[in-house]
């Protein structure tokens, strides 16, 4: 957690802009799996600190998808819930609001009872953009706006320098494709 950050669900617009500033102190800092959790935290507590956490929920860098961001799932004893985050998200071309949101999105899905033990809300995990509304409703409207354009504009196109960008020698094993069976979202 940063303990600057103290907004709140449903922050209007106009504030949604200032946060996004307010962030950019920590947007250096390196992306390993120990931000990465203080992202989560963060997210959690700023957006959906009305969510229990029904089920243990860990998160990490995996291996670098090309056309996904992240995953959730339950874990084989399905007593724990894991989002693995396509770790080309640790280069810092890839701007702050791309992480924030791709964590948000599979923190939608935990609330919407796919990948944890919430009831289930819907019969499928994106139809009807209950994603998308879920986002908007809870005050990442402009976050989400940003993701959208940014990852049909840059991804792709950023995507070969991301391959080939220095990385840190970090292992990250166990990438959630290796559990082919697990139902992932
Ligand atoms: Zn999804």
Redesign the pocket.
Known sequence: MQPRFSFRRGTPPARVVHQLHLFRGSERAPRDNSWLNDQLEFIWATWFADVAQVTPLSIRFVRPWKRRL???YLTDDERHSFIGVNRLLRDQRVPYTICLVTIA??L??YTHG?GSHHPRRYRH??RGNV?QRELTLRGLADELRFYTDWTNDRWFELLPDLVAGPHTHEPFPSAPDDVAAATV?
């Open positions: 992240a995953v959730i999105h599979e939608v899905h796919f995990p994106h994603v979202f």
